[in-house]
């Protein structure tokens, strides 16, 4: 059918044309955050997941229905080797200068601008990548702590406090949180008690890889109190059906039971994955309705794209041995698999495999669902390395 038409939105945060099946995460949200705006309490909300099931999507749909209740928002992505304060003082600095929209808060603007001079002043002495024009000078009434741990707080106290008298709330939007190192993680979970303690309205929504939960608890053992923690996963079957199903139902065109049921068997459910098979299938088929045999042919179009791209990066990354290490994974299934299985399967003890699978975790291949187990956080990641190495 028309390319130029074909409804589907494989990528990277790419919002697709039917979010499924996540409704009751939406309504959660929504409910805490207008919560927190009214100065009631509400933790702050934490998606974690696999790659490519729709955390960043469902962040970003979280973010523009808090925008659409009067919340300010601060977009936060967290990339490799950056420092906390960098990240945060660009999206703080709008924040308070749409806090203060309006001649009469021209004076909580001010405080907030010189609190956050302050910030910058004292965290530029650790951290060299903070960088933020102000044009303003941080008052002496308004200095900093120069801790991370101290200074973000004691930012956060003062913003949350001007947030309060303008009866609204700012969230932050992190996404890819796993990458924080553990200390400035502590301080953020910190300067987040901090404020929640006073009643002060800010907060965070933040998404990451499923390490995220004990990351943040040996950050900070109050962690699961502070944060509501939601496990993003595969869509169930009948929201795979209807991500599949509703973007070509609004172009006429339909879908035939046998074909809906050999993607969901083969993309198990996956997001991304199901925007890849309906963007395959879209321009394989000629007519409606959607075939069986056109779902085939989807199918090995598909598996060969990512072969090529979503599955062929993160393999090109690997040294042999980290390979080696996957493909043994991948030789006992899915997972997720004991150390010592795994370790078995190479021949090697487990001690001696320590430190590869330490970079495979650091490199956000693998993590540990629970203590002494490795999963992959690529779903489908175990047929792509049978298919790449046949031997090993
Ligand atoms: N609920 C959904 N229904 C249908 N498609 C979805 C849904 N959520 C996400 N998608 C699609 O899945 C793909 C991946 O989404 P997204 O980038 O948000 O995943 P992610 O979990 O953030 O991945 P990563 O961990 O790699 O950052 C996108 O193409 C998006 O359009
Ligand atoms: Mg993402």
Redesign the pocket.
């Known amino acids: 059918m028309d390319p130029f038409l074909n409804p589907y939105?494989?990528?990277?945060?790419?919002?697709?044309?039917?979010?499924?099946?996540?409704d009751e995460l939406l309504g959660k949200a929504s409910i805490a955050l207008r919560r927190i705006a009214s100065g009631r309490f509400g933790r702050s909300i934490i998606l974690t997941?696999?790659?490519?099931?729709?955390?960043?999507?469902?962040?970003?749909r979280i973010r523009q229905d808090a925008e659409a209740a009067k919340i300010i928002t601060v977009r936060i992505e967290v990339p490799e080797g950056r420092s906390l304060p960098s990240l945060l003082v660009p999206g703080l600095k709008s924040a308070i200068l749409k806090l203060h929209r309006g001649k009469a808060a021209a004076n909580l603007a001010l405080r907030g601008l010189q609190a956050l001079a302050a910030f910058v002043s004292a965290m530029k002495v650790k951290y060299s990548d903070v960088e933020v024009s102000l044009d303003i000078e941080a008052s002496s009434s308004s200095s900093i702590t120069t801790t991370l741990d101290e200074g973000l707080s004691e930012l956060f106290q003062i913003v949350g406090a001007a947030a309060k008298e303008k009866e609204t709330a700012i969230v932050l939007f992190i996404?890819?949180i796993h990458v924080l190192d553990e200390k400035q993680l502590a301080s953020l979970i910190m300067a987040l008690h901090v404020v929640s303690q006073d009643s002060l309205p800010i907060t965070m929504v933040a998404?990451g890889?499923p390490q995220v939960p004990s990351q943040m608890g040996e950050a900070k053992t109050y962690a699961e109190r502070l944060f509501e923690f939601h496990h993003?996963g595969k869509?169930d079957h009948d929201?795979a059906i209807?991500?599949l199903v509703v973007p070509v139902e609004k172009l006429g065109v339909r879908y035939t039971k046998g074909a809906l049921e050999e993607i969901i068997e083969h993309t198990a459910g996956y997001?991304?994955f199901?925007?890849e098979w309906g963007k395959h299938i879209w321009d394989i088929a000629e007519a409606s309705p959607i075939t069986t045999e056109n779902a085939k042919d989807a199918t090995s179009e598909a598996l060969i794209d990512l072969d090529a791209s979503f599955f062929r990066v993160r393999f090109d990354q690997l040294t042999p041995m980290q390979k080696r290490y996957l493909r043994a994974m991948a030789e006992l299934g899915s997972g997720p698999h004991a150390s010592g299985q795994i370790a078995a399967v190479l021949n090697k003890r487990v001690t001696h495999l320590g430190p590869v699978r330490e970079q495979l975790i650091s490199k956000g291949l693998i993590y540990s669902p629970s203590h002494g187990e490795t999963a992959f956080?690529v779903p489908l990641f175990d047929s792509f390395m049978k298919r790449m190495m046949k031997e090993f």
């Open positions: 939105a494989p990528g990277a945060g790419a919002p697709p044309p039917e979010l499924a099946g996540r997941g696999l790659r490519g099931v729709g955390k960043t999507v469902l962040l970003n996404d890819e998404a890889l993003i869509l929201a209807q991500a997001a991304y199901l925007q956080t």
